[in-house]
């Protein structure tokens, strides 16, 4: 009698203001070639956009809530019931998760540790669903695993990287 | 903040990384890679020794690393699967990732995955169970349930289960749920389930009333306890009574994750029966509904964001009960006024809240009382913004649906909102106008004043389906044929009318012209000379259109019957370039000298009614939304095709929210060219908001975001490694066809852009051609934007730049960049253009458009809008020495003149915006005569600089102008000259 469909977030994004992608996690099973198709059009249309413009836009069956943080957009694809403000501010917590974790965050940080990028993100959220969203508990799981660390060449991170130019 | 020294790092990891940053060519970076899978792959085989789990964990990074650039991986999976069975956590975790981003449906892997997951599940390790909990999300696949729903439930349910395990199972469950819900069996944990909603773990609640949720949905009645669980849960957080928030308090707002997902639960079900709990539910509401009216805790967007999330959730759970919230202020209290709002997220929320509202059988007073609000915002507030515009004609149609509403006034207000300078139609705007005017017409006059209205206003966006419609509406009905040529006839005395216009005045008066031809005002005389002082000034189609009004006059009017024949006989149309235009003449000229009265009247008799069909803008506006969006249409169908114009009105809310697929329609009119990214960038820190209401302005970075952008980011070299989408093309490829010459409007298109930088190229039915251009010394950068006018994908779109036969490369250099090959239905791609003047030349590059539309394959080659003129630099400079260089510049050769007629009104403003426009400075107090122009400036180009001098000498009442220009270059001078004559 109360046939609402559940909604469901169908892929998360992080690409450059360059049109590189950064990140993918993709919440239904979608198709390597879709997959491809799907992340060149939406990167057109949101690199389009100017800075004024509303965070949300109706792109095929879908709504985006995208959100540019420096050189870096981080753009979420939700269902029609979805709540797009709530799906905004989920971008920002997880913007402030790789700031604590990282201290200052920047695109390099994520080129570079991309597996920690997905390790926060898979503890903030699971099959699109947000699984806690207290920095505490999300980073406490995550710092546990470092402390799981092993031996193995342990190198500082190359930070002198940091401000040659972004491929 | 020192660096990651956090987690385990992988060196070679690192240095390939950088490597691969380091590429200075997409060749470069595929050569790396090329070489590191190489590298990896015998590895892998490497018989010698076996690889530790230190070097495994590292190749399979690398291997992701490979994969998330866009390259496909066909080996390691197996290596990954071996990392899952490592007791290394570490180890484990890169194992399950590389998994859940490339899975892979291999079931004999499937199954050696599971068997990993099975001993991590069982392993009793939080951490391990975790992993394997994310792994099954993941990858979500039939297989994974069969193996695992039947455990997951148990690991949730648990007594001994770690929070963060239970918190992973609930959403893990969820996600099989979803995809299989048979594999998910029912059973005593249910029960368990719905108290999760007490737990002590907020993570655990937030994360379980998911689960809860996609439950209760599918078996509302076995999981009705949970309503008022969800409720105390929900009063405990809004009324801030929990001792539990503060590490969930997010920007001074409780939970409003979880706050969100409680009331999406209650969505589920009707309004709570128990009087208590509907009374400690209500008291929720009103809670969350006042909050919204106290002043912010923060200035943050965050805290608003999250406030107004809870509020929007609220609302919707308001109109799901389907009456006015407890309070009676009215579910419209909230939406209306954040129409006044600043910010654009908002106003498009409260818009599209106000669609649901507006369609909801019981809220129909709380939105009469926010229409003017409404109107307001329509107005004034969102035009810039293609999504909130969107929104805004999607309320209008809800609102015009809605029994309380009035449809004329959001009508005429759209009418009045399209007039308004930053208020522009696009096609679907239009459209839909035109349908509303047709829908709720009270009587066709009116229906008659709207559409010409429509046209007047916005005839570049009207399409043939929006003009034919109102001329079948007219030649149906006679009671409506004497006011609309009359209308028409007036529409027409204005100075500059749209051509759309004259399209429609042209057929209205061909066909209805007598009825108004008593009043001496508009005798048949004065009715064919209006029409004919349009007639130069139209397109080919347009002026043929006329043609045949002129001959339908010749039998309504046989005294214009000399004037006409005089028309037709002119050179100018029995000799007409146009074929069409050049057969009607002569055909019609004959018609008219040869038949007989009876016979002339016969032929040009009155055009019978059209065949009541479909309307043709409903059947537009179907084409465009698909098929599968026609049923959001049906109910005007069949108001249009039982004739019944006055239609009844019937509200349909499951459509009127529906988001319509013209979106991309909307976007690629109403969004400015988007100009190249502006913004400041590189590794700053990523939590400075850009996108926040405050200045963009980011310290520490170049002193404008242009530069920042360059110095910072872009490599040295242009062609250099921003390479993964945009691979620069070498320019002057002709290739080995032949890409023929250029449209016959090429050249006047061209003359369009000597003056001027933006503006549409070049338009037909099925693309549109923008262009934005800027030019400095002797650089120039164009962006081309390239518009899918119809609703079927583009396919092999290749836009290239070519120089023709005089144009050598080393004259002009065009660098392009390539586009994608397919452009979607509606939608917008762009191009940018690197130029550089190397020397003077003559003729532009050429443009050349290929692309198959339908199957059929499309050409079009238009000319380049780059013209020497470009690469003007004004001189200031005082009369002494203009006249001096004028003198130094006197051989016969350096001096180019032209005397001509004044195509256009000879207004000195205009005049002077043009030369400015061409690039010249105009030089004030040098010319004894005031009414003359005078200029100067040097045309940069790489190989020489090219001094000019120019004189513009208008004589009013001649309507000529004698042109001068003197440069120290013979071909330039006639050039010049020649271009800048036609602009007159």
Redesign the interface.
């Known amino acids: 009698p109360y046939p609402l469909p559940f909604p469901q977030m169908r892929f998360m994004l992080l690409f450059s203001r360059q049109g590189k992608l950064r990140l993918q996690k993709w919440y239904l099973a979608t198709s390597d070639k879709e997959r491809k198709k799907m992340v060149r059009e939406l990167m057109q249309v949101v690199l389009a956009r100017k800075p004024k413009m509303c965070s949300f836009l109706e792109w095929r069956d879908l709504k985006v809530v995208y959100k540019r943080y420096a050189s870096l957009y981080f753009c979420c694809a939700i269902e029609g019931q979805d709540n797009e403000l709530i799906t905004l501010e989920l971008i920002h917590r997880y913007v402030e998760l790789l700031d604590k974790y990282f201290g200052s965050v920047c695109e390099l940080d994520i080129i570079f540790n991309f597996e920690k990028a997905y390790f926060i993100l898979d503890e903030f959220l699971m099959g699109g669903d947000v699984q806690d969203t207290s920095k505490k508990s999300v980073l406490k799981a995550i710092e546990q695993a470092d402390l799981l660390q092993e031996e193995g060449p342990r190198v500082s991170h190359p930070r002198q990287i940091s401000f040659v130019p972004c491929f | 903040?020192?660096?990651?020294?956090?987690?385990?790092?992988?060196?070679g990891l690192?240095?390939f990384?950088?490597d691969?940053?380091?590429?200075k060519s997409k060749e470069a970076?595929i050569k790396r890679i090329n070489k590191e899978l190489a590298n990896i792959r015998s590895k892998f085989k490497g018989r010698d020794k076996a690889l530790d789990g230190?070097s495994k964990k590292k190749y399979v990074?690398k291997l992701?690393?490979i994969f998330?650039l866009?390259h496909?991986i066909d080996f390691g999976h197996m290596e990954a699967v071996n990392l899952l069975s490592s007791n290394?956590?570490?180890e484990k975790?890169?194992g399950y990732?590389f998994i859940s981003?490339l899975v892979n449906s291999n079931s004999e892997l499937i199954r050696l995955i599971n068997n990993a997951i099975k001993n991590d599940l069982a392993s009793r390790n939080p951490?391990f169970m975790?992993l394997a909990?994310?792994c099954i999300?993941?990858v979500?696949?039939r297989e994974m349930g069969e193996a695992f729903a039947a455990d997951i439930p148990r690991i949730l349910v648990a007594g001994d289960s770690m929070d963060?395990v239970k918190?992973?199972a609930a959403?893990?469950l969820?996600?099989l749920y979803?995809a299989s819900p048979d594999l998910v069996p029912m059973g005593e944990w249910t029960a368990r389930v719905v108290h999760l909603l007490n737990d002590q773990h907020?993570?655990v609640v937030?994360?379980a009333v998911?689960l809860i949720?996609?439950l209760c949905?599918k078996n509302?009645d076995d999981f009705k306890t949970c309503i008022s669980l969800a409720v105390s849960r929900l009063s405990r957080i809004v009324s801030s009574a929990s001792t539990d928030l503060q590490?969930?308090t997010?920007y001074f707002v409780p939970?409003?994750?979880?706050s969100?997902?409680l009331l999406?639960l209650l969505?589920?079900?009707?309004p709570p029966e128990d009087a208590a709990v509907k009374g400690r539910l209500v008291e929720c509401l009103e809670t969350v509904l006042n909050k919204a009216q106290e002043p912010p805790k923060s200035k943050k967007v965050?805290h608003s964001?999250?406030k107004?999330?809870i509020l929007?959730?609220t609302i919707s759970l308001i109109i799901h009960y389907d009456r006015c919230p407890p309070g009676g202020g009215g579910g419209g209290g909230g939406p209306g006024s954040f129409l006044q709002h600043r910010e654009?997220?908002l106003?498009?929320?409260a818009l599209e809240s106000m669609c649901t509202l507006a369609s909801s059988e019981f809220s129909h007073e709380a939105v009469k009382t926010h229409i003017d609000t409404v109107i307001n915002a329509l107005k004034t507030r969102l035009p810039?913004?293609?999504?909130?515009q969107?929104k805004c004609t999607g309320l209008s149609r809800a609102l015009s649906r809605s029994p309380v509403a009035q449809p004329f006034r959001v009508v005429r207000n759209l009418l009045t909102f399209g007039r308004t300078p930053e208020g522009r139609y696009s096609d679907p705007d239009v459209l839909k106008v035109a349908i509303l005017a047709e829908k709720y017409a009270v009587d066709y006059s009116w229906y008659v004043d709207t559409i010409l209205n429509l046209i007047r206003i916005a005839g570049d966006y009207v399409s043939e389906e929006v003009w034919y419609r109102v001329l079948q509406i007219v030649t149906n009905r006679d009671d409506v044929q004497g006011y609309a040529a009359k209308t028409v006839f007036e529409a027409l005395q204005a100075p500059a009318c749209h051509e759309n216009m004259v399209k429609v005045g042209g057929y209205i008066l061909g066909e209805f012209g007598n009825l108004i031809a008593g009043d001496p005002r508009s005798s048949p005389p004065v009715q064919f000379s209006l029409l004919h002082s349009k007639f130069h000034l139209c397109s080919v189609a347009t002026r043929a259109l006329l043609l045949s009004t002129y001959i339908k006059f010749i039998n309504l009017f046989p005294e214009t019957k000399a004037t006409i024949q005089g028309v037709l006989r002119a050179g100018s149309q029995l000799r007409n370039a146009d074929v069409e235009l050049q057969q009607r003449a002569v055909e019609y000229l004959t018609l008219s000298s040869v038949a007989s009265t009876d016979v002339l009247a016969t032929v040009l008799e009155e055009m019978p009614p059209f065949p009541e069909r479909e309307s043709s803008i409903l059947a537009k506006l179907k084409r465009k939304k698909g098929p599968g969006a026609a049923s959001a249409l049906d109910d005007g169908r069949r108001d249009a095709s039982s004739n019944d114009i006055n239609g009844g009105v019937e509200p349909t809310p499951s459509t009127v929210s529906t988001?319509?697929p013209s979106?991309?329609l909307l976007?690629l009119r109403a969004?400015?060219p988007?100009?190249a990214?502006q913004?400041?960038?590189?590794?700053?820190?990523?939590?400075?908001?850009?996108?926040s209401d405050g200045p963009?302005a980011?310290p520490g970075l170049g002193p404008t975001p242009e530069e920042a952008f360059l110095s910072?980011?872009?490599?040295p070299a242009p062609e250099s490694?921003?390479a993964?989408?945009?691979d620069p093309a070498p320019a002057a490829d002709p290739g080995p066809e032949d890409f023929g010459s250029p449209i016959p409007e090429a050249d006047e298109l061209l003359n369009k852009f000597v003056c001027k930088n933006n503006g549409v190229l070049f338009e037909n039915q099925l693309l549109q051609i923008g262009v934005k251009s800027e030019f400095r010394q002797n650089l120039g950068r164009m962006y081309l934007f390239y518009g899918n006018k119809t609703s079927v994908q583009f396919q092999s779109f290749t836009p290239t730049v070519v120089h023709p036969g005089d144009l050598q490369t080393a004259q002009l250099a065009v660098q392009t960049k390539r586009v994608?090959a397919q452009v979607?239905g509606g939608?917008?791609?762009?191009q940018v253009l690197n130029i550089e003047c190397l020397r003077d030349f003559l003729a532009p590059p050429l443009l050349s458009v290929r692309f198959r539309y339908g199957g059929a394959p499309q050409s079009l080659t238009l000319k380049l809008p780059v013209t020497i003129n470009k690469f003007f630099q004004p001189t200031e400079m005082a009369a002494q020495d203009f006249f001096q260089r004028w003198k130094q510049l006197s051989l016969p050769q350096q001096e180019a003149q032209k005397i001509f007629k004044a195509t256009h009104p000879m207004d000195a403003e205009v005049t002077k915006a043009k030369l400015l426009g061409f690039g010249s400075a105009l030089l004030d107090n040098v010319d004894p005569n005031p009414e003359n122009f005078v200029g100067a400036g040097i045309i940069q180009t790489k190989a020489l600089q090219v001094g000019c001098l120019l004189r513009l000498e208008p004589n009013a009442q001649a309507q000529m102008y004698r042109l001068t220009l003197r440069t120290s270059k013979e071909p330039v001078s006639r050039h010049l000259c020649e271009l800048l004559a036609q602009q007159f």
């Open positions: 903040m020192p660096a990651v020294s956090k987690g385990d790092g992988m060196r690192a240095v990384i950088s691969i940053r380091n590429c970076e230190y990074c992701l690393f998330l866009g496909d290394k956590y570490t975790q890169i990732l981003v951490t975790c909990l994310h999300a993941n979500g696949s963060s918190q992973s959403l893990c969820l996600r979803k907020m993570g937030t994360a998911s949720t996609c949905k509302p590490d969930y997010y939970a409003p994750w979880l969100v997902k999406r969505q589920c079900y009707p965050q964001n999250a107004n999330a929007f959730e654009t997220n106003r498009y929320l810039k913004d293609p999504s909130c969107l988001p319509s979106a991309d976007g969004a400015p988007p100009a990214p913004a400041p960038a590189g590794a700053g820190n990523l939590l400075v908001d850009v996108s963009v980011q910072e980011l872009e490599p490694p921003m993964l989408l945009a994608a979607d939608a917008q791609v762009q």
